[in-house]
């Protein structure tokens, strides 16, 4: 898949857009369901990340489209960290078409359990 939908700070004229900009693609404004939540904890600790729900409202971001992005997913998954998952998202774009994406969700906290 040639998209992905961003909410934070990968997006236009945020914190980390050049790296989404050094790839290079085509932008549009789109919406998912969703909640976003701060990160309290590791260190993205303070950052957003989107918990999906079709029940939930919707969340203002961008679709990012480019060929490129199948060479850079490692990259971007390395960018995002260990409190983010990739995950396909159905995405609905501001003239009301609708498509599907990736995007980074929040990974749910691992238990710790000791012996």
């Not at 790839?23 to 600790?45: C, M, N, R, S, Y």
């Not at 498509?99 to 012996?115: D, E, G, M, N």
Request: charged share 20%.
């Amino acid at each position: 898949m040639n998209r992905l939908f961003v909410y934070g700070t990968l997006c236009p004229n945020r914190e980390n857009s050049h790296i989404l900009g050094e790839i290079g693609g085509e932008w549009q404004q789109a919406f998912v369901h969703g909640t976003i939540h701060i990160l309290d904890w590791g260190p993205d600790k303070g950052l957003p990340a989107i918990v999906l729900n079709e029940a939930d409202p919707l969340v203002d971001g961008y679709l990012f489209s480019t060929e490129k992005l199948e060479q850079n997913w490692q990259m971007l998954d390395d960018f995002e960290g260990m409190q983010y998952q990739r995950a396909v998202v159905d995405v609905t774009l501001a003239t009301g078409e609708t498509t599907q994406a990736w995007t980074y969700v929040r990974k749910p906290k691992t238990k710790i359990i000791s012996k």
